[in-house]
Structures are given as structure tokens and as C-alpha cells.
T-cell receptor
Framework: DAGITQSPRHKVTETGTPVTLRCHQT?????MYWYRQDPGHGLRLIHY???????DKGEVSDGYSVSRSKTEDFLLTLESATSSQTSVYFC???????????FGAGTRLSVL | QQPVQSPQAVILREGEDAVINCSSS?????VHWYRQKHGEAPVFLMI?????EQKGHEKISASFNEKKQQSSLYLTASQLSYSGTYFC???????????FGTGTRLKVLA
């Protein structure tokens, strides 16, 4: 299995609070992705990174920011969580842009 | 725009075949296929690139029609372990932003 760790695995928070999710990899892959998964919508790309400090927006980036200061870590921040951001969040990594994506186990976030 | 997957759901008996389709409104550079079991992370099945290159499992095949912007996943002699939700992810040339379809739920019965 690819070495990807997401933390925390579960989180319950209140509306308006900041939340940071962490994705850590031990594979030294260049590309890292954050997706959210909701019933009826499949996987939707939030942001992705193609190198240290190199990031780009996905299709549902509003309300989210990311940072990648080291190859192995990709952080997703919800500046002020809303109930609409209740979801399962998956991190994925790939060696190249069109290579296999390996997914982490996911983080289940509930915003009350 | 999300690619459209069809069918949305399918039920099979062990040993039967199935085809899952993925259509995009945009010109595609690559198509990925993943399978996800309930409560688990998606797992890689196939990659198809413009120009014909493929990477994937031996027992699963797929096609990529660049002109029609379509891909199909072929599951032959299905096994119980094939049950899950199948997603296609598409990327257009010059970008590595993968847009995934809403999924096809497949259930294989004994």
C-alpha cells in the first residue's frame, strides 16, 4: 500500500471554526490532491499540488485553502467551517500528473 | 463539467459481463477508472491515455474513443469481489485536474 496518512480520521466541529486536515506521504510523489465525496456527487477536486508551494484550484475550491511547504505534507484548511462542508475528504498522491492516484483512507468531517 | 457515467447502477450474477460507460463534453487527454467499496478509499483499476497507452489490471479491460470523448470499462466473468462503485476520472490536455463522474454502483450476486 502507498504510504499515505490522513489526520484526523474523524472530526466534529462547529460552524465558524477553522479546521485543518493533513495529508502526509512517504512516497516522495510530486502530485497531491484533495477531494471531497458526497452522496450523488462522486469525488470532486478541491485543490491539487504539483510541487512544493505549487498549487492550483479544483472545481469546488471556494471556502478552502491549501499549503504545501514540504514534499510530504499537503494541508487543507477550512477558514470558517460551514455545514455545507460536512463531507468525507480524501487525499490522493501520484508520481506524475497522469499517473495512478493512490488515495488515503479519508477524513470524515461533520460541521454542526 | 462532470463526465456522465452509465448505467447508474447494475446488478449481475457471478460470471456475467458488464460494461460501464463514461462520456465527457470536453476533449480528453486521459481517463482513469477506480473502484470503491463501501467505507473504503477508491482503488486504481485502469489508466487510458490519448494515443493508446494503457495501464491496468489483467482481468479488466477498457477502451478510450478520443473522437467521441468516451471510455468504457469491461468487466468479464464478474466475481463477487467486483461489487462496489466504479468512478471514471477525466483530464483534458494540459491539465492534471481530474474530474470524476458520479459513479456506477455494481453489485454481483452469487
Amino acid at each position: 500500500d502507498a504510504g499515505i496518512t490522513q489526520s484526523p480520521r474523524h472530526k466534529v466541529t462547529e460552524t465558524g471554526t477553522p479546521v485543518t486536515l493533513r495529508c502526509h506521504q512517504t512516497e516522495n510523489h510530486r502530485y497531491m490532491y484533495w477531494y471531497r465525496q458526497d452522496p450523488g456527487h462522486g469525488l470532486r477536486l478541491i485543490h491539487y499540488s504539483y510541487g512544493v508551494k505549487d498549487t492550483d484550484k479544483g472545481e469546488v475550491s471556494d471556502g478552502y485553502s491549501v499549503s504545501r511547504s514540504k514534499t510530504e505534507d499537503f494541508l487543507l484548511t477550512l477558514e470558517s467551517a460551514t455545514s455545507s462542508q460536512t463531507s468525507v475528504y480524501f487525499c490522493a498522491i501520484s508520481e506524475g500528473g497522469s499517473d495512478i492516484q493512490y488515495f488515503g483512507a479519508g477524513t470524515r468531517l461533520s460541521v454542526l | 463539467q462532470q463526465p456522465v457515467q452509465s448505467p447508474q447502477a447494475v446488478i449481475l450474477r457471478e460470471g456475467e459481463d458488464a460494461v460501464i460507460n463514461c462520456s465527457s463534453s470536453k476533449a480528453l487527454y486521459s481517463v482513469h477508472w477506480y473502484r470503491q467499496k463501501h467505507g473504503e478509499a477508491p482503488v486504481f483499476l485502469m489508466i487510458l491515455l490519448k494515443g493508446g497507452e494503457q495501464k491496468g489490471h489483467e482481468k479488466i479491460s477498457a477502451s478510450f474513443n478520443e473522437k467521441k470523448q468516451q471510455s468504457s470499462l469491461y468487466l468479464t466473468a464478474s466475481q463477487l469481489s467486483y461489487s462496489g462503485t466504479y468512478f471514471c476520472g477525466t483530464a483534458t490536455s494540459g491539465t492534471y485536474k481530474y474530474i470524476f463522474g458520479t459513479g456506477t454502483r455494481l453489485k454481483v450476486l452469487a
